[in-house]
């Protein structure tokens, strides 16, 4: 676990205050407007950590890294809108237990996985409809 700095908990802090995902540029910006002198390199290693360490959620999207804050120690997919980025935290025990069988059969252990579903929201839905 990596040491806690006055930089790593501001990043911290400004990710549990964001709604939905957030890119490191727009969290950097939104640290910049408080006045925060946290530099864009700190943003994305704090961000980085965070996310192996389970303190964050991370998916690609359009080639761009995005994190939210999550709960930690919880394993959990995502439902993901690809209009709006809404995020819903579901549980998948079918996925955990195919993830697992699959694994075993090809002799692998300690196997971890990521399960994100992008599609979209209700809301979006009416929308295009």
């Known amino acids: 676990m990596k040491r806690n700095t006055w ?3 501001a990043v911290r802090e400004a990710l ?3 709604d939905g995902f957030v ?3 727009a969290l950097h910006a939104s640290l910049k407007d408080t006045g925060s002198s946290v530099g864009l390199a700190t943003v994305y ?3 980085a950590d965070l996310a192996t360490e389970g303190e964050a959620d991370s998916l690609q999207q359009d080639g761009e890294s995005l994190y939210r804050a999550c709960t930690p120690g919880k394993h959990h997919h995502h439902l993901i ?3 709006c980025g809404t995020t819903v935290e ?3 025990d079918e996925v955990e237990e195919w993830a697992h069988r699959v694994a075993a ?3 692998f252990t300690q196997a971890r996985h990521v399960v994100d579903v992008f599609g979209f929201c209700a809301e979006c839905s009416k929308l295009t409809a």
Do not use: D, F, T, V
């Open 45 to 47: 290693r704090a961000l």
């Open 105 to 107: 059969q090809h002799g």
């Open 81 to 83: 809108c690809r209009n």
């Open 23 to 25: 890119s490191a540029q």
């Open 90 to 92: 579901i549980e998948a």
């Open 16 to 18: 549990g205050g964001s």
């Open 7 to 9: 930089q790593r908990e």
